[in-house]
Nanobody, 123 residues
Framework: VQLQASGGGLVQAEGSLRLACAASARTFSRYVVAWFRQAPGKERQFVAAITWGGDITSYADSVKGRFTISRDNAKSTVYLQMNSLNAEDTAVYFC?????????????????WGQGTQVTVSS
C-alpha cells in the first residue's frame, strides 16, 4: 500500500480545508488510517484516526469538534475535514496506515506513511 496526501494550502484563520489520503491498494479497507501533523521544531502529533469500517474514530483533544475524519473505501481514500482553523494548526500533515483493527495514536504503530502536505493558517 502506498499513500498520497493532498489538499493542503494557505487559508485564513477560521477557514476550512479538506485533506485527502489516497491509497494505491484495494486492500486499503483493511487498514486503520490516521492523520498526524508536524510543526517546525516539534514532534509529530496525532490528529485523528479511523478504523477500516469507519465505525470508530479517535481525535486529539486539540481538534475535537473542528476536524472530522471519514473514509470512502470504494475510492480507497480517507478525508480530513478541517474547520475553524487557527494558527496552531499550521503544520505538515501526514497520513499513515496500519494493518490493525483499532485506531492508534502513536506514530510508531504505523508502518505506512504518505508524503506530507503543508497546511498554513494565516491569522
Amino acid at each position: 500500500v502506498q499513500l498520497q496526501a493532498s489538499g493542503g494550502g494557505l487559508v485564513q484563520a477560521e477557514g476550512s480545508l479538506r485533506l485527502a489520503c489516497a491509497a494505491s491498494a484495494r486492500t486499503f479497507s483493511r487498514y486503520v488510517v490516521a492523520w498526524f501533523r508536524q510543526a517546525p521544531g516539534k514532534e509529530r502529533q496525532f490528529v485523528a484516526a479511523i478504523t477500516w469500517g469507519g465505525d470508530i474514530t479517535s481525535y486529539a483533544d486539540s481538534v475535537k469538534g473542528r476536524f472530522t475524519i471519514s473514509r470512502d473505501n470504494a475510492k480507497s481514500t480517507v478525508y480530513l475535514q478541517m474547520n475553524s482553523l487557527n494558527a496552531e494548526d499550521t503544520a505538515v500533515y501526514f497520513c499513515a496506515a496500519a494493518f490493525r483493527p483499532t485506531p492508534l495514536v502513536a506514530p510508531s504503530e504505523y508502518t505506512i506513511w504518505g508524503q506530507g502536505t503543508q497546511v498554513t493558517v494565516s491569522s
